[in-house]
T-cell receptor, first 112, second 113 residues
Framework: GDSVTQMEGPVTLSEEAFLTINCTYTATGYPSLFWYVQYPGEGLQLLLKATKADDKGSNKGFEATYRKETTSFHLEKGSVQVSDSAVYFC???????????FGSGTRLSIRP | DAMVIQNPRYQVTQFGKPVTLSCSQTLNHNVMYWYQQKSSQAPKLLFH???????NEADTPDNFQSRRPNTSFCFLDIRSPGLGDAAMYLC????????????FGQGTRLTVV
């Protein structure tokens, strides 16, 4: 079945550092890919998405490119801020299904 | 403008006492989901509705039930909560099949005492 694999955390960086959180997926169809962010005690918020190969999703300085050849959707940010501290989930949705499948999440902590 | 609203935000229930969590949406979306999220884990899909069609995940315990009386509302019923059911319960909606993302409520934190 479809699945998502994320790099394990926690990830701790200093403010203004470069961020990469790896995500790879397995899917039989042509999924859409998402990154969600979750702040403590809150629900999930969509951070960015990409719906087909080579699409780049971007929001709030975060970017991720849908790479079909490597089945990856890595999240990047050039200069992180303390306010980016949260848990980040990679997710996919198959084009023929209603289900959204999440990776295990990566906790990110940014030091001032 | 809240789009997916969960009530209550915090719920304390007694071991074995039935409890109902509610979710409403103003988005007129076809699909409504219930996820269970335990500490530091990924959200786990319990079931979802596509319009009135109910889709149960194979590993969802019978203790969990759901109702969707209309497009806007969906309920999660836990018939006999155990200590292991303490978790954050997340409701989400999406437009339908295909490429669209899910929109989440803020969650209900359930404590079982």
């Amino acid at each position: 079945g479809d699945s998502v694999t994320q790099m394990e955390g926690p990830v701790t960086l200093s403010e203004e550092a470069f961020l990469t959180i790896n995500c790879t997926y397995t899917a039989t169809g042509y999924p859409s890919l998402f990154w969600y962010v979750q702040y403590p005690g809150e629900g999930l918020q969509l951070l960015l998405k990409a719906t087909k190969a080579d699409d780049k999703g971007s929001n709030k300085g975060f970017e991720a490119t849908y790479r079909k050849e490597t089945t990856s959707f890595h999240l990047e940010k050039g200069s992180v801020q303390v306010s980016d501290s949260a848990v980040y989930f990679c997710a996919l949705r198959d084009s023929s299904a209603s289900k959204i499948i999440f990776g295990s999440g990566t906790r990110l902590s940014i030091r001032p | 403008d809240a789009m997916v609203i969960q009530n209550p935000r915090y719920q304390v229930t007694q071991f074995g006492k039935p409890v109902t969590l509610s979710c409403s949406q103003t988005l007129n979306h076809n699909v409504m989901y219930w996820y269970q999220q335990k500490s530091s884990q990924a959200p786990k899909l319990l079931f979802h509705y596509y319009d009135k069609d109910f889709n149960n995940e194979a590993d969802t315990p019978d203790n969990f039930q759901s109702r969707r009386p209309n497009t806007s509302f969906c309920f999660l019923d836990i018939r006999s909560p155990g200590l292991g059911d303490a978790a954050m319960y997340l409701c989400a909606t999406s437009k339908g099949q295909g490429v669209t993302e899910a929109f989440f409520g803020q969650g209900t934190r359930l404590t079982v005492v």
